[in-house]
Nanobody, 121 residues
Framework: QVQLVESGGALVQPGGSLRLSCAAS????????IGWFHQAPGKEREGVAC??????RIEYADSVKGRFTISRDKNTVYLQMNNLKPEDTGRYYC????????????????WGSGTQVTVSS
């Protein structure tokens, strides 16, 4: 079955950097999109970035443009997070779907269990 495993979360100071990894396995289609999502404490889960294997489409939330970069190497998707801010604190999930955008969370069929990022001095 499809499995998504996130890693790379940590405690980091404001202005610091982290690279999250999402290792995906168990699927055979070449047409898929993997997204990264952020859930801050007490808030709803929101899309951060996604990358489509179908056509290379990349999308970012406005709040992370210029700071975060999504990339892919075979079946692992990375989220490079630079200039981290306290509001970036929360759990980060990756998810796999057909061709959804980062705002259509319900169209992602498979989810990992997340990795915790804490930005604090």
């Amino acid at each position: 079955q499809v499995q998504l495993v996130e890693s790379g979360g940590a405690l980091v100071q404001p202005g610091g950097s982290l690279r999250l990894s999402c290792a995906a396995s168990g699927f055979t289609s070449d047409d898929y999109t993997i997204g990264w999502f952020h859930q801050a404490p007490g808030k709803e889960r929101e899309g951060v970035a996604c990358i489509s294997n179908t056509d290379g489409r990349i999308e970012y939330a406005d709040s992370v443009k210029g700071r975060f970069t999504i990339s892919r190497d075979k079946n692992t998707v990375y989220l490079q997070m630079n200039n981290l801010k306290p509001e970036d604190t929360g759990r980060y999930y990756c998810a796999l779907g057909g061709y959804p955008t980062i705002t259509h969370l319900a169209e992602y069929d498979y989810w990992g269990s997340g990795t915790q990022v804490t930005v604090s001095s």
